[in-house]
């Protein structure tokens, strides 16, 4: 993957965080903000957690930091993949935004 073809699809990723924020936000009461500076999206919860995504261009890849821990994401020319085998990034996403806003969350 080039560095373009990263920053493509590393956008598009960003760009999805954002749209999926504002979709529940008007269909749940989940009430989460999100502000997005540079390569970096921070999700906040009504509960002061956060959930922070941020680009790592250097090694084409996503990271993730939540309350769970901090986790590391490749794309495979179709879906953002953790590097230690746990799963796909907005499944992840979900689950561990779902845990800290305390009702399911769906990111896609």
């Not at 922070?52 to 901090?70: D, I, S, Y």
């Not at 590391?72 to 230690?84: E, M, S, V």
Request: proline fraction near 2%.
């Amino acid at each position: 993957m080039t560095d373009l073809e990263f920053m493509d699809q590393a956008e598009a990723l960003l760009g999805r965080i954002e749209a999926s924020c504002d979709r529940i936000n008007d269909q749940t009461d989940a009430d989460i903000d999100n502000q997005r500076v540079g390569g970096m999206v921070t999700i906040t919860f009504r509960n002061g957690s956060q959930i922070v995504v941020n680009l790592q261009k250097p090694l084409h890849e996503v990271w993730m930091a939540a309350r769970a821990g901090g986790f590391h994401y490749r794309f495979d020319g179709a879906h953002w993949i953790d590097t230690k085998g746990h799963g796909e990034f907005f499944a992840n996403l979900s689950r561990h935004a779902g845990e800290q806003a305390g009702q399911p969350l769906e990111f896609s």
